[in-house]
Nanobody
């Protein structure tokens, strides 16, 4: 089995910062791309940031404010969120493309989600 466990969400005032973490555990052969998505009430889930082989991509709405990084030794991906705005309020989900130990195909896994609320 493979699990993604997120932490770090919460309530913050506009202009503040939060750091999300997502740790992958279980029967993992290889972690491939890892990313963060978010879903606001009444809206579709959208990609926030992704990191693969050291390269990163961001949604236009978060460029310059959010930074995605990963610690391969700890199988963990982070999302540093600065200059938060009320429109960043959403449930944030970790996503990882993982080749499990039982292989050979990679599988996409989701975390349980963590609430981020930015007050104005």
């Amino acid at each position: 089995q493979v699990q993604l466990v997120e932490s770090g969400g919460g309530l913050v005032q506009a202009g503040g910062s939060l750091r999300l973490s997502c740790a992958a555990s279980g029967s993992i052969f290889r972690l491939n791309a890892m990313g963060w998505y978010r879903q606001a009430p009444g809206k579709q889930r959208e990609l926030v940031a992704v990191i693969r082989s050291g390269s990163t991509n961001y949604a236009d709405s978060v460029k310059g404010r959010f930074t995605i990084s990963r610690d391969n030794a700890e199988n963990t991906v982070y999302l540093q969120m600065n200059s938060l705005k009320p429109e960043d309020t959403a449930v944030y989900y970790c996503n990882a493309d993982i080749t499990p130990a039982w292989g050979p195909k990679s599988v996409g896994y989701w975390g349980q989600g963590t609430q981020v609320t930015v007050s104005s």
